[in-house]
């Protein structure tokens, strides 16, 4: 009885040594994941510092509002105008402009 409870602890306890040793890998790819991440925010803010793009996506973003301010009329037909544009070009430009923002952007609205 006493070897049985013996094999029993042994058996508890490399079960528990092994779920141990598998968080500490999963705790170390999480950690190598996130130095990626942030290695590759850092090269890409790089590569973005002469860029005009996210100036252009904020204009264009925004011109609707300056337009409705302006002209309400104009800015409702330009919108309907876009509503009627194909589904496949309407993707294109949400993704445009998403890419441009960063996509990270898009997992804080989500998660809301």
Known sequence: MIQLLGVVGSLAQTFLEGKVEKQK?????????????SKWELIMA????????????????????VMAWIDPDLAKRGFDVIAELPDWYQNILYVTILAGLGLKGLDRFRKK
């Not at 170390?28 to 991440?37: L, P």
């Not at 790089?46 to 264009?60: G, H, L, P, Q, R």
């Open 25 to 37: 890998a999963k705790s170390e790819i999480m950690k190598t994941a996130a130095q990626h991440d």
């Open 46 to 65: 790089e590569s973005t510092k002469s860029s005009w793009k996210d100036e252009i996506i904020t204009i264009v973003v925004l011109a609707p509002c």
